[in-house]
């Protein structure tokens, strides 16, 4: 009773002898209660549980320990620190020391001690075992075992972020409850992981969350997006509907809002055609997902189904064609598909009705060339096309004419012993036989070129080409007047050249003249007539 009263008297000195607290320390551990009491010689060391529970008294140099704590108490009597050992929950609380110096001085201080459990068992639960985006609420419940627990929720390597409003946390001792109402695909892209922690010790779960949350179809579409306006029947064109979703989707497809017998995401044009669509219509396709069961349809594409030019071929006159005589029916034909374009090429290059002689028909199909004439002879082609195929066909046109004025290619002079040559020739459909005459006697030679292998000087005359056609019966002739010269005489220079010649040599001759008299007017001396 003596020394409460001295306590009462002396409580508010040494108020800092004990660390503040809470001190913390595991189950079944120990833990030591430091002082910061120095040089003081304490004579009396009293530890007081919560107040009332006597721990252990130091005095005289005796140690007390209370029957609830022997043999887990010891104290250090220098300094008035307190060792508990093989710590139970029901140690935690407010630890009192009040001391008494050799002096007299009372010193006190109290402290907080926290047992703690160590963090176990932690694990993830989910009310539901999948979830449907938008149309969910997932509930994820942490829980653990331990003392003072909190928890922490880790979607990959990022914190889970809660927005009071969709996404929240409640938390109670023992568990964290993580909800997520209208569930996106991205809240749990995962794994989830959960922390647990106090004081001392953290644990975070040991399996990865992760939950499947279904979604879509998104973004249906179909490619190609812009299909051209007609398809080539047979063509390998196909559509593909594509969409975002989980699990896949599957697929229907329309034809004007009709829908079409299939359920793959790829449309043939066998599967149109089966269908009977050929004409100008507008396709789609709309995407279900089994799970969420929502279906989108995808933007329209349109086209139609065209069939492709098979052939064509030209009729044309299968006759002998006379030139101002003869008239010309080219027929274009067509087999197979729609023919849309019809043109018309000669040689090439497109064929107009540039002259009255060439008419077209309305369709474009044949043309008309009335009179023929030699400039129709040619290659004469035929193209017909439409929106999907180009073919076509041509024809070789020959118009007979001529032969018209022939001409007569050679030497007027040349040399006795010289090779000569005679070339004649005339525009002429067929190509027109040729005789020759010297002086108006024929010669045996009805080749294009006359041969003279060595002239002679009787071989001087006039020469005559005479070019037939034996279909048009037409005879040309033309004249050639060769001079057969003696041996060198067509070597010298040229007249122009000998006159060059000449007025150099005058020119020269009179610089030399005037030299000589300008000399000899310097060297002889004059005599005066004086």
Known sequence: MCLCGLFSAGCCVGQG?????????LVGGNVTLKTTITDQNPSVIIWTFNGQISVATFSSGNLKVAPAYTGRVSLNPTDGSLTLSALKPGDSGDYILNVI???????AGETKLQVVEPVSDVVIKSNVPDAIEYNSTVILTCSAKGTSLSFKWINGSMPIVFDSTRITEIKTNLSSMLTIKNVLRTDLVGPIYCTASNSLTTKTTTTPFNLTVYYGPDDVTIRPANPPKFVQA???FNLTCSASSLPPASFTWYCNGTMIGTSSSILTLDMIKAQGYTKAANYTCRAENPKSKRNVASPAVSFAIMEGISSVKIIGPTGVLIADNSTANLSCQATGGTVGDIDWLKDGKPLEPSSPRVVFAADGSSILISPLQKDDNGRFTCRVSNDVSSKEAHYIMQVVYGPEQPTIKADKAVE???????????????????TWKLNGTATTTTAAVFIITSAAYKDTGTYTCEARNIITGKTTTTSHNLSVRGEGTLDGLSDGAIAGIVIAVIIAVAVVVVGVWYYCRQKVPMSSPY
Do not use: F, K, W
Not at 101 to 107: F, P, Q, V
Not at 416 to 434: D, H, K, W
């Open 17 to 25: 002898i004990l660390p503040e607290g809470p001190v913390a320390a």
């Open 416 to 434: 006795v012993n010289q090779r000569v040559e005679l070339t004649c020739s005339a525009p002429s459909v067929p190509p027109a036989n040729y």
């Open 234 to 236: 047979g063509s390998t």
């Open 101 to 107: 110096t050799s002096d007299g001085t009372t010193l």
